[in-house]
């Protein structure tokens, strides 16, 4: 910790930042001190890294919870606020065709419930019920 100290850097932010690597190495007590010489802001990189981590995790569960969405809402179709466009979501939940109220041809969407999810939390789109004859 002296030697850590001594070039102002924290023993636990290098070792916690260079694990995986440290955890490798054949003399890991030369690493560290070599690691420790360079100029690297281990801190900032940790919390890069902590940060990324976190992101990542929240991108995956945003992910997942719009996978329930499209589940719960498969087989329905939607509308958008403008009444411009038709979502209509696959009876598996896995597809999503948007036709445009002025034309007939539907397009595949791709890579659509995270944004499908968000527009329907947000109101931009409303479920679209049909009149009876």
Known sequence: MREAREHGKRLSDVVEATWDH?????????????????????????????????????????????????LQNAGRTFIDADKTRQFLIGASGDSLTIFSLTERIGQQAAGWMPSFAAALRSGKLRPRHRTRP
């Not at 560290?32 to 890294?49: G, S, Y």
């Not at 991108?59 to 997942?64: A, G, I, L, P």
């Not at 919870?65 to 499209?70: G, K, L, R, T, Y």
């Open 22 to 70: 440290l955890k490798l190495a054949k003399a890991p007590i030369n690493y560290l001190r070599a690691l420790l010489r360079n100029p690297v802001d281990f801190t900032h990189l940790l919390h890069r890294l902590t940060t990324d981590h976190h992101a990542k995790q929240a991108r995956e569960q945003q992910h997942v919870d719009a996978q329930v969405v499209a």
